[in-house]
Nanobody
């Protein structure tokens, strides 16, 4: 089992920044690709960003490109999502995920084995 705990969410104004963190425990962190998904009220959960086991391969949703950065610290068992230039449409619960499959940066939620409890991000206009 892998336990994932997100933190760093909050209420910000449009244009501001937030950094989300996800601390992992339970198994070898570097064995897992990590990703962030988000879910807004009334919408499907959607892919935001993913990072490979070593951190050498990254993937972003179009909505995140140029504004969000995912990175990981395998020594601290933590993955981060730096979010800049936030928009009201970024408002959602953000979930951290760990996947043990063979693909380096999956964008499908079904390729991830473990999920955190989520952290709320609210962006006001």
């Amino acid at each position: 089992q892998v336990q994932l705990v997100e933190s760093g969410g909050g209420l910000v104004q449009a244009g501001e920044s937030l950094r989300l963190s996800c601390a992992a425990s339970g198994r070898t962190f570097s064995n897992y690709a990590m990703a962030w998904f988000r879910q807004a009220p009334g919408k499907e959960r959607e892919f935001v960003a993913a990072i490979s086991r070593s951190g050498g391969t990254l993937a972003y949703a179009d909505s995140a490109k140029g504004r969000f950065t995912i990175h990981r610290d395998n020594g601290k068992n933590t993955v981060y999502l730096q979010m800049n230039s936030l928009k009201p449409e970024d408002t959602a619960v953000y979930y951290c995920n760990a996947g043990g499959g063979f693909r380096p940066t999956p964008s499908s939620r079904y390729e991830y084995d473990y999920w955190g409890q989520g952290t709320q991000v609210t962006v006001s206009s």
